[in-house]
């Protein structure tokens, strides 16, 4: 049984100072008070709060996420829909994150990626030097269709 961290009050205060850190998933949040000892009705009344509130906010989240990934991590749009899923957001705050990757930035993070890793690869047959570097990219959450395009412009 774990027991209650902190008073009602403070635990509220302490997750509005966490979520105004970074954008949080709800699922984040409810799993940040259960690790306080906080449940149920008071755990849902808590959430409630900090939605109504706008310091949890599903579709803002899922839009910063997006963005961070496909930019910093150069990730595809393929594990970042895995990853929100996997976190608990809507369908309608997915789309709402996948339209927020520009598709000129994103290919041509994808062309960057893999003209960085083929530099990496030490395979010297031109067959598995491809599928390396095919497989490293879906590996990142790039579509196959665009992996093969990628993979095509660097080695040509």
Known sequence: MIIRKYPPQETRERLKVWCDLQERAHSEARSKLFSWGVYGEEAENILAEL???NYLNEERFARAFARGKSRIKA??????????????????SLKAALEEIDQEEYFAGLIHLAT???????????????QKLLRFLVGKGYS??????AVEEVLN
């Open 144 to 149: 196959y269709d665009e992996s093969k395009k």
């Open 75 to 92: 990730w595809g749009w393929k594990k970042i829909e895995m990853t929100l899923k996997a976190k608990g957001v809507s369908a309608y």
């Open 116 to 130: 960085k890793k083929e530099r990496l690869i030490s395979a010297s047959n031109p067959f598995q030097r491809k």
């Open 51 to 53: 939605i109504s509130s």
